[in-house]
């Protein structure tokens, strides 16, 4: 599987879980786990995937707090 396949899975999973958990903090801890193991598979491409749930956004800016920092 090519990263660009693991970003169209890392959307069904966001859409998924975002009709399944409605909790966005529980949600938020799903993704932080998610996507160190994405990464751990050298998943690079986690712009693709940017702004379709904000819970996940929030746990990408709190493993990447530099990809946010708007002072760079």
């Known amino acids: 599987m090519g990263w660009s396949s693991g970003s169209d899975l890392m959307r069904?999973?966001?859409?998924d879980l975002k009709t399944i958990v409605k909790d966005n903090k529980l949600r938020k801890k799903i993704y932080v786990c998610l996507i160190n193991n994405f990464?751990?598979?050298?998943?690079?491409?986690?712009d693709e995937v940017r702004e379709i749930d904000e819970s996940f956004d929030k746990a990408l800016e709190e493993l990447h707090p530099e990809w946010f920092n708007d002072n760079e």
């Open 12 to 15: 069904w999973i966001i859409e």
């Open 39 to 46: 990464e751990n598979e050298d998943w690079d491409t986690q």
